[in-house]
């Protein structure tokens, strides 16, 4: 596995825990004023991050850009605003 999709890999894992956490929080107080951040965490956090993890275990050339570093930080610095 290439290091960049490792740390795909390992953000959206983080990202599913932090949501699904959430989720069951909500559930168990019945307060569900949070949903957006849910929903956030889940779709933007671990599908998208594990579809780039996806994309960048599949083309190695690409992770070897200097872009895709770029690239991950940007979606790390867009997903927590």
Known sequence: ????????????IIYAVLGMTLGLVMGMT???????????LMLLGWVSFAIFGVFYQMFPSAAANRLAD??????QASLIR
């Open 1 to 12: 596995m290439t290091r960049l999709a490792g740390r795909f890999f390992g953000s959206a």
């Open 30 to 40: 019945q307060d569900h004023t949070q949903m957006p951040t849910h929903a956030h």
């Open 70 to 75: 770029v690239h991950f930080w940007l979606a």
